[in-house]
């Protein structure tokens, strides 16, 4: 029964692939018409075709050691401004005269 079904559909299938062709053609027609009517000035590179993923993983690291460093020049920016560390900070450095 299952292949007399599929042998009933085979035409459909077929007449689908052949739209599916035709409109690859006139697809590629039009985005060659497009790529010709656009003007790239000398020197300049051409707009890529495909998407560029981002790269999460080093996104992450990066942002995660600028937080890092800008923490650490916060915490020891406030120490060399004020000179007497944190505030609640019992180990105050001894004043020399």
Do not use: C
Not at 79 to 91: I, K
């Amino acid at each position: 029964m299952k292949n007399v079904e599929i042998a009933a559909l085979a035409p459909l299938i077929d007449a689908k692939k052949q739209e599916l062709d035709a409109n690859t053609v006139l697809n590629d027609a039009a985005m060659a018409a497009v790529v010709a009517a656009v003007v790239v000035p000398h020197g300049a590179a051409a707009v890529p075709d495909t998407w560029v993923e981002p790269n999460v993983r080093k996104n992450v690291l990066a942002a995660t050691g600028a937080a890092l460093a800008l923490s650490l020049m916060l915490v020891f920016g406030y120490e060399y401004v004020w000179g007497r560390g944190l505030p609640g900070d019992t180990a105050v450095p001894v004043q020399m005269n």
